[in-house]
């Protein structure tokens, strides 16, 4: 276990996006512009490129700014990946735009754009406004889609695929299939002012919606996301990095939490907390994980963000008992494990997932009517309250970088 945790700690993926650490202005200073992520998704494997396929993605923005920008990843590619059309507009309905909102991306000026091998690219800024909460659709096709596929195979909502190049169309006539996932696409970026930040929840099923109602965004980073957005805090950007069945310290559904914090979460612009809520995937595998593995993982996780300058939330694990997986030797590790979250000293904020989600007439179990029916994955009533849990305060990180 320790040579694994050391080895994570020396990945480096390939990334053409550098962050610094962004602190929070004083009062009556100047505030200079800087690029905010509004949306996220983790990037996976998704089997075999389809070479002249289009897809039109639909994505729920969080932060409102101008000079939108996306990511496109590679990360899983074999080989470079060409996309000769990005598009972005609004989602009228359906695959259907809002006349007039789509607009080619380019990147370095070129309509065009190669991302290499395990990379990714970043757009050229996309002038105007874009509102928050935003209904974003982003068109990109490929002539030469080849080999492992990168993006994000629970998306929760349904997009759109076309054979050939629509991208620049805004009617849905060509886009005739569906898809639930999100390809290339791992990041919107915005630019707002040095005042706004975001948070990345780092996560598993529960943070990337599973249970939740799909295509209304109810996942608890999206109904946080509204949260923050009605208070008026300076944190306005969510991205999610949740992906279902993750563990902190095995590689599997996706890499490992430890193996994937640079690429998903501390590479995105305007970050200042890293909302840290896994381990249930870990400890209910039954594969010898210890309370002390998954600590020592945290801790790396917690030393690495706070390196970046980022602060860091821990959420106690929720409860599951009724999931075939369960048993007592599984909840006294997830016992021991809250156990130190809460009193360990060492997340700068704590939410207590576990205190909200729980049956008070059976402490190991979820309380029914957030239960999403598996007794694992909270339905939408359990989403929103974890996310009204979450203390808004502890969001508005000024941690400076150690590096």
């Not at 054979?163 to 999100?182: F, M």
């Amino acid at each position: 276990m320790r040579a694994r945790l050391a080895g994570a700690a020396a990945l480096c993926a390939a990334l053409t996006v550098v962050t610094t650490p962004q602190a929070v202005a004083a009062p009556g200073a100047a505030s200079a512009p800087h690029d905010v992520v509004t949306w996220a998704a983790s990037a996976d494997r998704l089997g075999e490129g389809t070479p002249g396929l289009a897809y039109r993605l639909v994505v729920r923005t969080s932060a409102g700014g101008s000079d939108l920008r996306v990511r496109l990843s590679n990360a899983f590619g074999d080989r470079p990946l060409t996309l000769d059309s990005v598009w972005a507009g609004i989602q009228r309905s359906g695959a259907a735009l809002v006349p007039g909102s789509n607009r080619r991306l380019t990147f370095g000026g070129a309509g065009s754009v190669t991302v290499p091998a395990g990379a990714t690219v970043l757009s050229d800024a996309l002038p105007g406004r874009r509102p928050a909460g935003a209904s974003l659709v982003v068109s990109l096709h490929s002539p030469d889609a080849a080999g492992p596929a990168t993006g994000h195979g629970m998306a929760m909502q349904t997009s759109y695929t076309a054979r050939g190049d629509h991208t620049a169309e805004e009617g849905a006539a060509n886009w005739t299939g569906t898809t639930g996932s999100w390809f290339y696409l791992d990041a919107v970026t915005v630019r707002t002012t040095d005042r706004t930040g975001a948070v990345a929840a780092l996560g598993d099923s529960i943070t990337d919606g599973w249970q939740s109602t799909s295509g209304l965004d109810r996942r608890w980073p999206d109904y946080l996301a509204r949260r923050l957005q009605r208070t008026g805090s300076d944190v306005r950007g969510v991205a999610n990095a949740g992906i279902s069945g993750n563990k902190v310290l095995a590689d599997g559904a996706g890499q490992s939490a430890v193996n994937r914090l640079d690429r998903d979460v501390l590479s995105l612009p305007g970050v200042r907390t890293v909302f840290l809520f896994e381990g249930v995937n870990d400890l209910k595998a039954h594969t010898g994980v210890t309370a002390a593995d998954l600590v020592a993982g945290y801790r790396q996780i917690v030393a690495r963000a706070h390196a970046a300058g980022k602060c860091v939330v821990g959420a106690t694990i929720a409860p599951f008992k009724g999931w075939s997986e369960w048993d007592s030797a599984a909840e006294a590790v997830r016992q021991e494990v809250n156990s130190f979250i809460r009193t360990g000293g060492e997340f700068d904020a704590v939410t207590d997932f576990d205190r909200i989600l729980r049956s008070p007439y059976d402490a190991e179990r979820m309380l029914p009517v957030f239960d999403g029916g598996d007794h694992l994955h909270p339905n939408d009533k359990g989403m929103q309250a974890m996310a009204d849990a979450v203390d808004l305060t502890a969001l508005a990180c000024a941690r400076r970088s150690e590096r």
